[in-house]
Every structure is written in structure tokens, then in C-alpha cells.
């Protein structure tokens, strides 16, 4: 998960509970209105005022991640009583094995931002292109800066993987992965990623953009 992955699962849960109404034979609308009242949620999802129950959310697995990266998604399951699936890499196989389980599910929520790699060009609502199935992308992070999701996290006190309070800014495989150097002093301690003031160097402690 990135720093952002805890304001993604509370995106999905409040996605859900908007669209929660429609048959199951429906597709998901998606609409500017819905992405909108999805951020306006957070603030009450995170002070545990609304607890749907049963959310689909997808996790994709690899022998490699963290075990504090899979702690911590257990504990965003058990915390909002999420439904995970978990689903084989790469991201398009698993995906198509996802829609073969549920062939309703037209649109997915992510946690993708305007820096993250290949997303210079995408738009709120962007659907996937191949070699992925025919699905929707729906962003409503988009445009949040590194610093603007931390704000947020800390302002409201939202938990997080404890990775980020050792010196890593961004996570992907464990073999590809170390503390950001711009968050790592010259006596070796490893500082929160809160702390990043040079948000371009988000992912330099991934030897692979990609992992």
C-alpha cells in the first residue's frame, strides 16, 4: 500500500454505500456528483460514523510484499468489515479473473495520483486500455498532492502502514525497496514520510518505479 491506500479503502467504502442501492444486474454509474460526496465522506467514515458492511475491495498478492503491508490490510478488513479478494499478479490477469467472479462490476476505485507513473494523462473517470478488461478507472484522488494526502492523514487521524513511520515513502516489492535516502539523516534514522519536503523524490526508495 502507498500512503494513500487508507483514504482508498474509505473511498471504496463510501462508493459502495452510494451505489449500494442499484440492482445487482445494473452496471455502477459513476458521476462528478458521486466522486465529490465520496471526499466530503471520509471525514465521518474516519470518525466511524458510517460502518457498511461487506464492501468489495481487491488486494493483489506476491510472495514478496511487506508483512506489515499485509498486516495492515487484514486490519483495514477487519476495522470496516470489508469483503477482500485477493487476486494473482500481474494487475490485468487478476483483474480478468475478478470480472469472471463478478461480471457486474463495471468501474473500480483507485487510490492513483496525477504523479504516479502513466497517470500524466488520465482523467477522473479513464477506462482501462489493454491489455486490461473493459473497466473504468474512477480517481477521485487524482489531483491530491503527496502533502495534501498526509494533511489529511494527520489531521484526522487516520491509521496507516507503520512502514511510513521508518523512513519509507513509497512501497511496492520488499526486494525493490528501501527508506527514501531524503528521509534518512546522516547519523542512519529513518524519519516519517510525512516529513518529505521534496515531494518529487516520493519514489526514490524503489529501485523499480513499477514494483
Not at 494523462?121 to 473497466?135: A, E, G, K, R, V
Not at 496507516?160 to 527514501?180: A, Q
Not at 546522516?186 to 518529505?196: F, I, K
Amino acid at each position: 500500500p502507498t500512503p494513500i491506500s487508507t483514504l482508498f479503502w474509505l473511498c471504496v467504502v463510501h462508493a459502495a454505500m452510494a451505489y449500494g442501492s442499484r440492482q445487482p444486474s445494473e452496471k455502477m454509474e459513476v458521476s462528478a456528483e458521486k466522486v465529490s460526496s465520496t471526499l466530503k465522506v471520509l471525514k465521518s467514515a474516519v470518525a466511524h460514523e458510517a460502518q457498511p458492511k461487506g464492501i468489495l475491495c481487491i488486494y493483489f498478492e506476491h510472495e514478496d510484499h511487506f508483512p506489515e503491508a499485509e498486516e495492515f490490510v487484514e486490519r483495514c478488513k477487519a476495522d470496516f468489515s470489508l469483503t477482500l479478494v485477493r487476486l494473482p499478479m500481474p494487475y490485468h490477469e487478476g483483474l480478468r479473473l475478478l470480472l469472471e467472479k463478478h461480471p457486474n462490476i463495471s468501474a473500480v476505485l483507485m487510490g492513483t495520483r496525477r504523479t504516479d507513473p502513466y497517470a500524466e494523462n488520465l482523467n477522473p473517470f479513464s477506462p482501462c486500455t489493454p491489455p486490461y478488461p473493459p473497466l473504468c478507472r474512477v480517481l477521485p484522488l487524482l489531483e491530491w498532492t503527496y502533502s495534501e494526502i498526509w494533511a489529511y492523514i494527520l489531521t484526522h487521524g487516520v491509521r496507516y502502514c507503520k512502514l511510513y513511520d521508518m523512513g519509507y515513502s513509497s512501497l511496492g516489492l520488499r526486494g525493490k525497496t528501501s527508506p527514501n535516502p531524503a528521509l534518512v539523516d546522516e547519523n542512519g534514522t529513518c524519519h516519517p514520510a510525512y516529513l518529505l519536503l521534496e515531494e518529487h523524490t516520493e519514489r526514490h526508495g524503489r529501485t523499480c518505479n513499477l514494483s
